[in-house]
């Protein structure tokens, strides 16, 4: 091979990488990243007992052919970052309970709000 044809060889390679990733990551967003996913009807919200974060439940309807949904949003009140931290389908009430300061449970879901994501569809 001539060093133009592994230059060639090469770019189409590159080419076909960017797109293999362009499209994991679109498949990712579209079907397993709740992240995107907005409140809909404002359901309760809870503060944690030192006050850093906040939990608030929102029910979310899909339409006619699919149940209602409740989706956890989790605020830190120190810096306002909001992140969604629970979804759970066929349910349309939140139990909120705090356990200390960085463990939650949501309809007896435990999560470390630092680090867990609670997605129904992953169960």
């Avoid at 079907?31 to 906040?54: A, C, K, V, W």
């Avoid at 931290?85 to 960085?102: G, M, R, S």
Wanted: net charge positive.
């Amino acid at each position: 091979m001539n060093q133009k044809q592994k230059k060639r060889s090469i770019t189409i390679l590159i080419i076909i990488a960017f797109i293999v990733g362009g499209v994991a990551y679109t498949i990712n967003w579209a079907f397993f990243d709740i992240q995107r996913i907005n409140g809909q009807e404002y359901l309760q919200d809870q503060t944690s007992p030192n006050g850093i974060y906040t939990v608030t439940a929102y029910l979310n309807n899909s339409g006619a052919t699919t149940d209602f949904t409740v989706l956890c949003t989790l605020k830190n009140n120190k810096n306002g970052k909001i992140k969604n931290i629970y979804w759970q389908y066929h349910c349309k009430e939140a139990h909120i309970q705090w356990l200390n300061d960085e463990i939650v449970k949501i309809n007896d879901i435990k999560l470390n709000v630092k680090s867990e994501v609670y997605d129904y569809r992953r169960e």
